[in-house]
């Protein structure tokens, strides 16, 4: 019998390694499995499939391109947490399939109606496709359909080259463009930082199609970007080093209390923007700046203000989902980021991943994706 | 505050609604819009009130309750429309409920978790302004699109109702003759071969007559529906009208008549399923002509003209095979209607003429005469009864002629009656035809020759066939006693070589049997004819009916039938059938 929930990790990436963790975790007692793992690792994906779907309890994660466990970054391995309760897990799988609202609607509602609007169920974790288009739409959608507000925490699993492929473990194998949502047996609290600071701006977005800025004040978006940052600093944008100069100048969309919702340009096509996350039209962002300290102080003060809340002793788990931005931005020193919340653990356990966007509730309880952000939670 | 360019109204304002969500962090934000009273979004007129209704909510449910159910939430709501003008509640510590109108459509309201401030609420109320001339775009837009889609479904419905059968949703006569031109057209190009069937159902009428329209149209339905199914790409099924079907078979090979042949005996397969209509069975044939295009004709007319030919000929024929269209047909048609056209004159011209054949007892005394028709035509001499009767029963001559035999019999027995008839003479008799049994005024017709030729009614008789009585069973039997009760008696005439039932038999209130002359031919040779005259005879005896043998030609043909209890003969034996002026010589 487990008395707190049973962790294994490996820095290991061979899958005789993961095959033995995961076999300590089956016989650990566990009633349920939440799996980890690394983009750096080459399972063979036909026998992962296998073990994934002969798997004996309920399993749920994904595919990372780094994990955490308490101050420890892995770039290559695998992580396994054995629950003692049996979480229930809902799949929304072929989400790409959904082309419009309707659809993801029909698709919401037919998994709620199976699992009774999820009852009194009201904290969730959120394993997802980072690269799948709709996740936005998903989380929209999701909230307009539940008949509770819920508190939820996630990250985007998948490859830093953006190449779509399966990443998100189920009992029925690996896939992709799918959600997970896992109902968590305890409350859970949240907490997100980001770090970063108004910079220049505001820009207009005078054009947006979906995650795509397609011009700011009504000129080309990239012009109106590169100008600004050209202009105030030393970079000099050429035609291959845009990601290296723009994880230093995310865009921020401020709300009407003064949070900044972060987006990540990712790419720059044709003179527009390419974000990891939609911006509304006519909205007005900022171009936004940090340094490392800042960032570590957002992450510690996210730190404090959770564990400080956790007043209870039954919260013995922490996850933290910490965007990989953050580690191509700091690089060398993002070890700090993780040192300073593991400072501030009152958990058993604190582990993490390093995902392509993250999830989390606004203060008004709206479901959102947060960009370059850190969500940590505890339940 | 980005309002959207989305012209549905319900789309348009949840775009509003979500930009709202996202700029002002709100909680939950609802839509209320002014309905007509079959709950359709409107736009106010001025001074004009109307109820609300809930038209949208972000999240959709709230605590799993739907927002309606919401009091805090409706109270607010009421407060709102009764205000006309922005109010908000603290409706507990830290969150807000914040309401605004719309102009002229309907009130928002927003959930937060902070108070709005006032600069804020402020430039809500010229987004508010736009938003109104959104809705009521939407508006205008939907009722727009309503009207273009009622329009395209009734132009829908009026180009299907243009190429379809109102009753059984084939295509019509119309269409088909429209699908016939571009298929012969086609055939032209492609050189391939295409044929037309013609069907026509056998014996629908009298299951319309007796069962009703209702069966009838229920039969007409199902057999559609199994026509329906042999259509395909290369297959057109039409009805025609009535009980008439056309089937278009295209892009045929050179085993065209295979093809063809395949097609008629799937028709009847299908025909031979029981139609079962409320419970009854019923059974039907048909009969089927067909022609070739571009074989025979490459005009749509002309080859549906020809199957219809070729149908007539399969009906005459009896044939269930199908008849395929030969130039010869035409030209039969074309001597028939010449035909009808001289009978036509020669009835004009007084060509013809009533002979009458003198009926008699077992005593050898006169009782009574048939009046029958004869034809001298100018070119072709005496014509038979056999050839020009069923053509003039084809055409409506019939009627003309039966109504001439009417006349011309009362006129001929109005002499008759003038001269010392013996006391066993009693009736002339005439045949009626079915054509003419049919006419709603046919009573009348005969108590009118009566009167008109002031003779007595019960001089007259009217001889009909069993096959013609069984056909109209209803009506027949009615027209028969209302006849008698006006003293005409009835006759049924070639009897046994029908129905010959007992159930009807007893029915019909008629006064005389006529044993047909094929049992009499040689009767006395002939163990089953004596056997079936014996039994007509105790038939007539049991239903109180008098019996009278046709055909009598020799003397022991009359004897057998004496002593078979037949006491009333016709026929050769006697006299052949006279001119009017040698007929009367028979009284003096």
Not at chain 2, 29 to 45: E, Q, R, S, V
Not at chain 2, 297 to 322: C, H, P, V
Not at chain 2, 573 to 580: A, D, I, M, N, T
Request: aromatic share 10%; with cysteine.
């Amino acid at each position: 019998m487990l008395n707190g929930p049973f962790t294994w990790y490996t820095l290991s990436d061979t899958f005789d390694d993961f095959k033995k963790g995961l076999k300590l975790a089956q016989n650990c007692g566990a009633k349920s499995l939440m799996v980890l793992t690394c983009t750096q690792n080459t399972y063979p994906e036909q026998a992962f499939n296998g073990l994934l779907k002969t798997c004996s309890l309920p399993v749920f994660g994904g595919i990372y391109p780094r994990l955490t466990h308490q101050d420890t970054l892995i770039e290559q391995g695998a992580l396994i947490i054995g629950f003692k309760e049996e979480y229930q897990v809902s799949v929304f799988p072929d989400l790409h399939l959904c082309k419009s609202e309707e659809a993801l609607e029909g698709l919401i509602n037919l998994e709620l109606e199976k699992n009774k609007n999820f009852g009194a169920q009201e904290n969730f974790l959120m394993f997802y496709d980072g690269l799948m288009a709709n996740v936005e739409d998903f989380i929209d959608c999701l909230f307009e359909c539940l008949d509770h507000n819920i508190t939820i925490a996630g990250g985007g699993a998948g490859y830093l080259d953006f190449i779509q492929r399966p990443c998100i473990f189920t009992n029925n194998g690996l896939q992709s463009n799918a959600v997970l949502l896992v109902t968590l047996p305890r409350k859970i609290t949240t907490s997100i930082a980001h770090g970063w600071q108004i910079f220049k701006g505001p820009f207009l977005v005078s054009e947006v199609q979906d995650q795509t800025i397609q011009s700011l004040n009504y000129q080309p978006a990239f012009d109106v970007y590169s100008q600004a940052i050209e202009s105030a600093s030393d970079y000099k944008f050429q035609t291959d080093n845009f990601f290296n100069i723009a994880k230093n100048y995310p865009l921020g969309i401020e709300d009407i209390n003064n949070n900044l919702i972060v987006r990540d340009p990712l790419l720059s096509i044709n003179g527009q923007l390419q974000c990891a996350g939609k911006i509304p039209i006519n909205s007005m962002v900022y171009l936004l700046e940090s340094n490392i300290n800042n960032l570590v102080n957002a992450a510690e003060e996210a730190a404090i203000s959770l564990f400080s809340r956790l007043t209870s002793s039954t919260e013995q788990t922490a996850m933290v989902f910490d965007c990989i931005s953050r580690v191509l931005y700091m690089e060398g020193e993002f070890d700090k980021e993780l040192q300073v919340i593991n400072k501030h653990r009152t958990s058993v356990t604190l582990f993490g991943v390093l995902s392509i966007g993250e999830i989390a509730n606004s203060d008004s309880g709206v479901i959102r994706l947060f960009n370059k952000s850190t969500v940590i939670s505890a339940w | 505050m980005a309002i959207g360019n989305k012209l549905d109204l319900k789309t348009m304002l949840k775009v509003f609604l979500k930009v709202c969500f996202n700029r002002l962090d709100l909680m939950s934000t609802h839509i209320y819009m002014y309905c007509d009273h079959k709950g359709i979004p409107i736009k106010l007129a001025p001074l004009e009130s109307a109820h609300y209704q809930s038209f949208l909510s972000i999240p959709k449910k709230n605590q799993r309750e739907p927002w309606t159910k919401s009091t805090m939430l409706s109270n607010f709501v009421e407060r709102l429309n009764k205000a006309q003008k922005n109010i908000s509640l603290e409706y507990q510590p830290g969150k807000y409920l914040f309401g605004y109108i719309i102009p002229d459509h309907g009130l928002l309201v927003f959930e937060t978790h902070y108070a709005l401030n006032a600069e804020v609420q402020k430039a809500l109320s010229s987004i508010l302004k736009k938003l109104a001339i959104s809705c009521y775009t939407s508006l205008v837009h939907d009722s727009l699109v309503k009207e273009v889609r009622s329009r395209q479904l009734i132009e829908k419905k009026v180009a299907f109702q243009a190429q379809h059968d109102g009753l059984t949703g084939l295509f019509n006569r119309q269409h088909m003759n429209k699908l016939l031109a571009e298929a012969i057209q086609n055939a032209q190009i492609n050189k391939k071969i295409g044929g037309i069937l013609f069907i026509d159902l056998n014996r629908f009428k009298p299951i319309n007559d007796a069962m009703g329209h209702s069966v009838g149209d229920q039969i007409l339905l199902t057999l559609a529906n199994r026509l329906y199914s042999l259509s395909n790409e290369h297959i057109d099924v039409a009805r025609f009208g009535g009980d008439e079907f056309v089937i278009l078979l295209k892009d045929l090979n050179s085993n065209y008549q295979e093809t063809i042949t395949q097609a008629i005996t799937e028709v009847n397969q299908l025909l031979a399923i029981p139609f079962i209509i409320k419970n009854h069975s019923y059974k039907l044939s048909c009969s089927i002509g067909y022609a070739l295009f571009p074989l025979q004709s490459n005009t749509a007319n002309n080859l549906i003209k020809f199957a219809d030919i070729a149908m007539y000929e399969a009906k005459r024929e009896k044939s269930r095979q199908g008849k395929q269209y030969t130039s010869s047909m035409s030209d039969k048609i074309k001597r028939r209607l010449a035909y009808v056209d001289d009978m036509k004159l020669g009835l004009a011209n007084g060509d013809f003429k009533l002979f009458y054949q003198p009926q008699y007892n077992h005593n050898d005394e006169i009782i009574g005469a048939e009046a029958l028709l004869r034809w001298h035509h100018p070119i072709y001499g005496t014509e038979s009864p056999a050839v020009y009767i069923p053509i003039a029963e084809e055409s409506d001559l019939i009627l003309d002629i039966g109504q001439w035999v009417l006349e011309q019999a009362c006129r001929d027995i109005h002499k008759i009656e003038k001269l010392q008839l013996p006391k066993t003479f009693k009736k002339v008799s005439i045949n009626v035809s079915a054509k003419q049994l049919i006419q709603y005024d046919f009573q009348d017709k005969v108590m009118r020759a009566i009167k008109e030729n002031n003779i007595s009614a019960e001089r007259l008789a009217l001889e009909l066939t069993e096959n013609l009585l069984v056909e109209n069973i209803e009506d027949s039997i009615q027209l028969i006693a209302s006849l008698k009760a006006n003293a005409i008696d009835c006759s049924i005439d070639d009897f046994g070589t029908g129905y010959s039932s007992l159930t009807y038999l007893k029915r019909i209130p008629a006064s005389l049997l006529k044993i047909d002359r094929s049992f009499v031919a040689k009767i006395e040779k002939s163990d089953e004819s004596s056997a079936i005259a014996r039994m007509i005879i105790s038939l007539g005896k049991a239903l109180n009916m008098d019996i009278l043998a046709e055909g009598v030609e020799t003397i022991e043909e009359l004897n057998c039938l004496k002593k078979l209890g037949c006491y009333q003969y016709q026929g050769y034996y006697f006299s052949k059938p006279l001119p009017f002026n040698e007929f009367v010589k028979l009284f003096n």
